[in-house]
């Protein structure tokens, strides 16, 4: 989704963001400090039952005959040297699950192994969101203990991380007519200022839909989340597991919560981190979106203006709205070395600024370049053309968003949706959003049924995370996926706005510490009417301070 598409910082949904070094990171915080750092509702129920047993040589043997694991290569083509240290293998999955014995997709998988095998806890599935977003570099994020995770809780865990099909190195992988999102220039205006100017994005849209159905025909009718979630169960099987956990960002919650409603009794642990609203998917979720991600554009105008003596943008939120509103409109007047026009800004700097603020203080500096000194090298050295990993992530993501659920096919209700926000206000993301998911109009797929979303018998306890602010997947969302699985604990970070607050960039403590519990031991807050849990956001960075400087950079938002 973002909507437009969930996704973290190397599954960008993003069209044009450049890989940066992640974000300096806090000092690990061990598992009993939550309450110094602002946990409330602090007595604890335990959960979930015994620990599972280390597989059996006899199961690793008949694992090792459907997963052959090697050494990851140190020069992979989609990751590069991200994948060093694990282990690689492909697991043969059903095309279509309605006939298993038919043709069949790889599903390209890693594993970084438990060290703890004695408090072995089994392994741990991990999608960090989009749909569209890799996965295979997942397990060094969590048996990193700079990130977040204490070792002794990470090293009981065999953690997997894979690409879901479509994705990357899964066979086939899919890219659709890249002139749709990177025509090698500045594409024209998401704002129509006509009906010729919409029934122009329209007919673009209507290309990359019917390109997608030449190539893939017989393959896009099976890529939807559910059956995502039958892999998920396949790669179980195969490493001789009765139960997995999981752990999923953004549309990975949206994931998580179908693998939890048709497969309860496997499932020991499960963490959602920034959870999509299983009432609203997949149209409502990008009108809800438009109106959180420009409330959170207009809080980093408002912290701008703290700082216009660095800046020099304007004392008021309204002020430096203005400006920016103003660099938008020369960038369209003129697009900076013909790349980056009003468009590519919307895509730059909504979908970074409008999910996250650890990026604010670089972006802040390359909009006050720009138009203040009329010095375009910040934003270019941010700025990159979408590459053949970001075209691949936008097919999977139209293949699955369009595939699980029907959207309207008549314009005339996105005109009305989507241009009655805008005239309302609501305009850093709002005509963005619309054309990032045009294509669902003319998709060459049947459109739902919709999963089936909710607790069944045998499911066990479940840790939601989320914050007040966030722009992909908005507060309701959360409470609404809480209702629907009354096992559930939700932690709520009170005033946050980022998107994905644990195990990340953004490095919560108290957060992590919850997380950490529950991965070692199984204990969830106890539940309490409402939200179970809060803490408190970390702070928005201050450009005052080095240190701000130095972790600012330029990742994609966990979608």
């Known amino acids: 989704m973002p909507q437009a598409g969930l996704t973290d910082e190397s599954g960008r949904k993003r069209r044009g963001i450049r890989m940066g070094e992640e974000s300096r990171v ?5 598992i009993t400090a939550a309450v110094s750092v602002g946990l409330t509702g602090t007595a604890v129920a335990a959960t979930t039952g015994s620990s599972p047993a280390a597989p059996s040589r006899q199961a690793e043997q008949v694992s090792a005959g459907r997963i052959a694991w090697t050494p990851c290569p140190e020069n992979d083509r989609w990751q590069g040297a991200a994948l060093k240290g694990l282990e690689c293998g492909t697991l043969s999955v059903p095309l279509d699950y309605r006939r298993p014995r038919g043709k069949k997709l790889k599903v390209a998988l890693t594993r970084a192994r438990a060290t703890d095998t004695k408090n072995y806890q089994g392994i741990v599935l991990l999608n960090r969101g989009g749909p569209g977003g890799a996965g295979r570099d997942l397990p060094l994020r969590f048996t990193n203990p700079a990130r977040g995770l204490p070792k002794e809780v990470s090293a009981k865990y065999d953690w997997i991380g894979f690409d879901p099909r479509g994705v990357q190195a899964t066979e086939p992988s899919i890219v659709c007519d890249p002139s749709f999102q990177w025509p090698g220039k500045a594409r024209a205006d998401f704002v129509p200022a006509s009906q010729r100017d919409e029934r122009a994005w329209l007919r673009k849209a209507r290309k990359y839909a019917a390109d997608c159905g030449r190539k893939y025909g017989g393959y896009l009718p099976h890529i939807k989340t559910e059956n995502v979630a039958r892999d998920m169960d396949e790669i179980r099987k195969a490493l001789g597991q009765k139960k997995t956990s999981y752990f999923g960002y953004s549309y990975g919650t949206f994931l998580g919560q179908v693998y939890a409603s048709m497969f309860p009794r496997h499932l020991r642990r499960i963490v959602l981190d920034s959870v999509v609203n299983p009432a609203r998917f997949w149209y409502g979720t990008q009108l809800d979106q438009n109106v959180a991600v420009d409330k959170n554009m207009k809080r980093f105008f408002a912290w701008i203006a703290k700082y216009d003596s660095i800046y020099h943008l304007g004392t008021t939120q309204r002020a430096v709205e203005r400006k920016y509103y103003q660099g938008r409109a020369k960038a369209k007047a003129k697009p900076i070395n013909g790349l980056i026009g009003p468009s590519e800004w919307d895509d730059f700097f909504a979908n970074s600024d409008g999910y996250r603020n650890y990026t604010w203080v670089a972006h802040a500096k390359a909009i006050s370049d720009y138009v203040v000194k009329n ?8 700025w990159g053309p979408l590459d053949e990993a970001g075209q691949n992530f936008f097919a999977v993501y139209s293949a699955v968003q369009c595939r699980d ?33 045009a294509q669902c109009i003319f998709w060459p797929t049947q459109q739902g049924p919709k999963p089936k979303i909710g607790a069944t018998k045998g499911l066990a306890g479940m840790l939601m995370l989320q914050s007040t602010h966030d722009g992909a997947t908005p507060f309701p969302g959360a409470v609404e996926a809480h209702r629907r699985f009354p096992a559930s604990r939700l932690v ?4 946050g706005m980022n998107h994905g607050i644990s195990i990340s960039p953004n490095n919560n403590a108290c957060i992590n510490a919850i997380v950490a519990r529950y991965l070692n031991d199984g204990t969830l807050p106890a539940s309490r009417r409402g939200v179970d849990a809060t803490c408190r956001p970390n702070p928005h960075p201050d450009p005052t301070k080095p240190a701000a400087a130095a972790a600012a950079v330029s990742e994609a938002p966990i979608r």
């Open 26 to 30: 806090r000092k690990l915080v061990l």
């Open 375 to 382: 010095d375009p090298k910040a934003l270019l050295e941010l």
């Open 405 to 437: 659920a029907a959207w309207p096919k008549n314009w005339k209700t996105w005109r009305k949706d989507f241009g009655g926000q805008h005239k309302r206000g609501i305009r850093a993301f709002t005509w963005y959003n619309a054309w990032f998911n």
């Open 492 to 495: 709520h970070e009170v005033g």
